[in-house]
Nanobody, 116 residues
Framework: QVQLVESGGGLVQAGGSLRLSCAAS????????MGWFRQAPGKERDFVAF????????YYADSVKGRFTISRDNAKNTVYLQMNSLKPEDTAVYYC?????????WGQGTQVTVAS
């Protein structure tokens, strides 16, 4: 059973940066596709970014392209989301996910608040 713990959220001014981390235990992350999602109050959980387990191909939501970067350190069993040029509309709870086949695991989320 994979357990994921996000960290690095907080309050930042518009235009600022944050780096989120997702640390995994109970499994080897190198076998998993890893993703970041976010959910703003009253809204659906939306896709943000994904990094494949093989080859490290990355995919981003249009709203974050050019500003966010997903990366992984398999040796540390950790995935990162570097967020630059943050906007108030990026405010949300950010969730890490790990996918292996048809099984998804989720972290508990970390709050990111961007003040205007």
């Amino acid at each position: 059973q994979v357990q994921l713990v996000e960290s690095g959220g907080g309050l930042v001014q518009a235009g600022g940066s944050l780096r989120l981390s997702c640390a995994a235990s109970g499994g080897t992350l190198s076998r998993y596709g890893m993703g970041w999602f976010r959910q703003a109050p009253g809204k659906e959980r939306d896709f943000v970014a994904f990094i494949a387990w093989r080859g490290g191909s990355t995919y981003y939501a249009d709203s974050v392209k050019g500003r966010f970067t997903i990366s992984r350190d398999n040796a540390k069993n950790t995935v990162y989301l570097q967020m630059n040029s943050l906007k108030p509309e990026d405010t949300a709870v950010y969730y890490c996910s790990a996918t292996l086949g048809v099984t998804d695991y989720w972290g508990q989320g970390t709050q990111v608040t961007v003040a205007s």
